[in-house]
Nanobody, 128 residues
């Protein structure tokens, strides 16, 4: 059974850091580009950052540039999202997902329509 479980969310003050984990079961994350997305109340899900399958290159939305990074731990079948300098605009439920069109392109993208097998997400709250 294909399953993704996100964890690591919580309450953090502005300027703080969190590291989210995306653990897969039933399939090998290394075979896919993996995207991280977030959804704030009343807003659509937006792509935050992704990591490609081919060479682990990444792509991110402009608002997280220089603050968020994504990495893989193949031994643990896990993808991490390191979030630093968190801002009041960053809260939401964070999801990870594999790109179902991974084999058709070299780089990863941030369009949610390309991703599938969503987990339940993990809540991130930024507040003083």
């Amino acid at each position: 059974q294909v399953q993704l479980v996100e964890s690591g969310g919580g309450l953090v003050q502005p300027g703080g850091s969190l590291r989210l984990a995306c653990v897969a079961s039933g399939f090998n994350l290394d075979n896919y580009a993996i995207g991280w997305f977030r959804q704030a109340p009343g807003k659509e899900r937006e792509g935050v950052i992704c990591i490609s399958r081919s060479d682990d290159s990444t792509s991110n939305t402009e608002s997280v540039k220089g603050r968020f990074t994504v990495s893989r731990d193949s031994a643990k079948n896990t993808v991490y999202l390191q979030m630093n300098s968190l801002e009041p605009e960053d809260p939401g439920i964070y999801y990870c997902a594999p790109d179902r069109f991974t084999l058709f392109h070299r780089d990863c993208g941030l369009s949610s329509s390309a991703y599938t097998s969503w987990g339940q997400g993990t809540q991130v709250t930024v507040s003083s």
